[in-house]
């Protein structure tokens, strides 16, 4: 549905070139949800401008739907563009028109007749849970209900693509929340292609079938979600998943060294990753029985899912004479599991983790 080929974006300035861009090559599939997350400045918001070409390449092809936009005049542009919704972080409602209005805004912009208007805006605003607002100005809505009606209105041309840059930053916990659960709803029911560009890794990990990691201009990581929360590649992306999954010790353990070799008193200490049908099953329960003299001891855990495929991650420690270690660990190689050694930790005392 669109695609970026060798995609470069240079702003001139008086103290020399800023390169924003540099050489994206991005592919995203009709009717998915695909998410860019970056950090601020890394060119996240200048790479969906080029998308609907509200910034234009300095060199590269975008196309959408199978036309090179890079290549349309002004006129052809504005016709495409009907095909490409965007809402954004701050709304760019106008205050003086009603909800029902500001909906309306495109169609009318497009010359479209009063009557097909009508029949246009109203189920809109039924998808959106505003059916009720129609006649009340921005000023008198909450955040949430400004965002609906900024969806509203980006869906009002039938696009065949949604772009959301930072569209629910400014929103509070609860209310992205619904926003998101929303902007899935929409992408099933009228099988929409979603571009979302975020900062937050839990918008990624609650809407987003894909994901690509932008820093400095570049792609720094592409995937799926599963794929990258489950085994991120790159430090920027585990910089961003670790704001979810904290990899940090337990705080029994924080702040000791780590030994790649056995010291006294110290638990080798084992991160356990389980995906899928993996999450239901009892391996380090047979490992137990399958090295009864490794001792074992769990140190943390949680179950999260994404995308509706559980997701497990684990912390245990072992134990006992090294052969039955290795042993323990030869088992759960042959897992269904991700396995990482950490290394040989010592437990601090109590007095010590104040």
Do not use: W
């Amino acid at each position: 549905m669109i695609k970026l080929m060798g995609l470069e974006k240079i702003y001139r300035t008086a103290n020399g070139d800023v390169p924003a861009l540099k050489g994206i090559d991005l592919h995203i599939e009709r009717g998915e949800i695909f998410g860019i997350i970056g950090l601020s400045g890394a060119g996240k918001s200048t790479l969906i401008r080029c998308i609907n070409m509200l910034e234009r390449p300095t060199a590269g092809s975008v196309l959408v739907d199978g036309k090179e936009l890079t290549t349309m005049n002004d006129a052809e542009l504005r016709d495409m563009r009907k095909q490409i919704g965007m809402i954004f972080q701050h709304f760019n409602l106008l205050s003086s028109a009603t909800v029902y209005d500001n909906t309306a805004f495109p169609l009318r912009l497009a010359g479209v007749p009063e009557n097909q208007i009508k029949a246009k805006v109203e189920p809109l605003l039924n998808l959106v849970g505003l059916s009720d607002k129609a006649g009340q100005y921005p000023a008198q809505l909450s955040g949430g209900q400004k965002q609906r009606v900024g969806i509203a209105r980006a869906l009002a041309s039938d696009p065949k693509v949604l772009l959301c840059d930072e569209a629910t930053s400014a929103l509070d916990p609860q209310t992205t929340k619904s926003i998101l659960e929303l902007i899935r709803d929409i992408n099933r029911k009228l099988s929409l292609t979603v571009v979302v560009i975020t900062h937050e890794m839990q918008v990624i990990k609650d809407i987003c079938d894909k994901v690509a990691v932008i820093s400095d201009g570049v792609i720094a990581e592409e995937g799926s979600v599963v794929d990258v929360f489950t085994n991120p590649q790159q430090p920027i992306t585990k910089e961003f998943i670790s704001v979810l999954l904290s990899n940090e010790l337990p705080i029994a353990f924080r702040g000791n060294a780590i030994s790649t070799f056995a010291t006294p008193g110290a638990l080798l200490l084992l991160r356990l990753i389980f995906i899928g049908e993996s999450a239901d099953d009892p391996a380090l329960a047979r490992m137990i029985r399958a090295v009864p003299t490794v001792e074992c001891t769990m140190l943390f855990g949680n179950l999260d899912q994404i995308h509706g495929i559980p997701f497990g991650r684990m912390i245990v420690g072992l134990s006992g004479a090294q052969a039955s270690i290795d042993m323990a660990i030869d088992f759960l190689k042959h897992q269904d599991l991700k396995l990482e050694v950490i290394g040989y930790v010592a437990r601090r005392a109590p007095e010590e983790r104040m």
